[in-house]
């Protein structure tokens, strides 16, 4: 039986992966870089390289291991990618990069009833990022799940636009991260932003063929994954940021469903002058069953608010969210979930 078998973001879950932060580093800054990561950073001397600090991996690895303790007492199994060194550069016939890390398998893996996609990102240093997952790709492909990687993006500088200070990504090649895209059974929801375009939905929808529907959306300032602007709890409930979604931006597939918005954010802490991600990596969660949660301790109005909606909440530290940019979401990528639709 394929290993590979999931359909949406809440059914039980059987199998997973989970990222590390072990070698990870923020890249040479490129135009990639400055496009995806910090659109908000105009001078690129002030985009933050190098290596993470010592403790920020180390206590991440704690956190992590913690997580993974508690997702196997749920009896859930646990995958690990091969850490990488990022510190190599590569080159292709228009660029070189070195590597960021494989804290977020969500973002470049795709895992779709019983394939597996492995995502075009937009951001050069992400390149060869899935390689860190091909054994356990091959495992999956032996059990009987399909494997398929996009077409490989060139990424020339005329990819990243700049238009009145908002950044996007042109139409001349699909290209989209995984974390573009939630799962609804059937439905995909598919965010349209500087870090996935229009071409990479048309490749997703022709590649799965018309058992599914690819709906594209769109958030506030073009902002990159779907996976903090909407949180889907169960079939028909779901979290929105309100900061980047309203009424004029909810996609019509979205018409039934009970919305209900994010309360406020506790703040946390980050290292440095910009971080991987906004405040809004709080709203990250990880469904365990469509009444179980996994959220950031921290965010306590978000458990609250699930409490109240009835889904019961394993409150779990993750202290580097915003300077890794990852939250439980982020950090993982669900395999398989008991249900078949
Ligand atoms: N990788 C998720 C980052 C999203 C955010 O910072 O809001």
């Not at 850490?83 to 960021?100: I, R, Y």
């Not at 500088?157 to 009145?164: A, H, I, K, M, P």
């Not at 179980?292 to 409150?315: F, R």
Request: negative net charge.
């Amino acid at each position: 039986m394929s290993l590979v078998n999931v359909h949406n973001e809440w059914d039980p879950l059987e199998e997973i992966i989970v990222g590390t932060p072990i070698n990870g580093q923020l890249p040479q800054p490129d135009i990639s870089v400055q496009a995806v990561d910090f659109p908000d950073i105009d001078n690129p001397q002030k985009i933050p390289v190098g290596k993470f600090p010592h403790h920020i991996i180390e206590e991440t690895e704690e956190d992590i291991e913690e997580f993974i303790d508690t997702l196997n007492k749920l009896s859930i199994t646990v995958r690990r990618p091969e850490p990488q060194n990022n510190e190599k550069v590569f080159t292709t016939p228009h660029w070189s990069s070195d590597g960021l890390y494989t804290y977020c398998p969500r973002d470049m893996i795709l895992a779709i009833g019983n394939t597996v996609i492995e995502a075009p990102s937009s951001l050069r240093c992400r390149y060869f990022e899935t390689k860190a997952y091909t054994n356990i790709f091959i495992d999956y492909m032996k059990s009987g799940s399909r494997w398929i990687s996009a077409p490989k993006p060139e990424l020339r500088d005329t990819t990243y636009l700049q238009n009145n200070g908002v950044f996007s990504i042109s139409e001349d090649e699909p290209l989209f991260d995984a974390a573009n895209i939630l799962r609804l059974g059937d439905d995909l929801l598919y965010l349209v932003s500087n870090s996935g375009n229009l071409l990479g939905a048309q490749w997703l929808q022709s590649t799965l063929g018309p058992q599914y529907t690819v709906h594209t959306c769109y958030n506030e300032n073009n902002f990159k994954h779907i996976d903090t602007t909407y949180s889907f709890i169960r079939e028909g409930t779901l979290i929105y940021n309100p900061h980047r979604v309203n009424d004029k931006l909810f996609p019509k597939v979205l018409d039934k469903w009970d919305k209900i918005a994010c309360p406020k954010m506790v703040p946390t802490s980050f290292y440095g002058d910009a971080p991987l991600s906004s405040p809004w990596i709080g709203m990250n969660i990880l469904m365990i069953t469509p009444n179980l949660a996994i959220v950031e301790k921290s965010q306590i109005h978000l458990i609250k608010l699930l409490e109240k909606i009835k889904v019961d909440v394993i409150p779990l530290q993750l202290r580097h969210t915003r300077t890794l940019g990852g939250g439980f979401h982020c950090i993982t990528c669900d395999i398989r979930r008991r249900g078949n639709e």
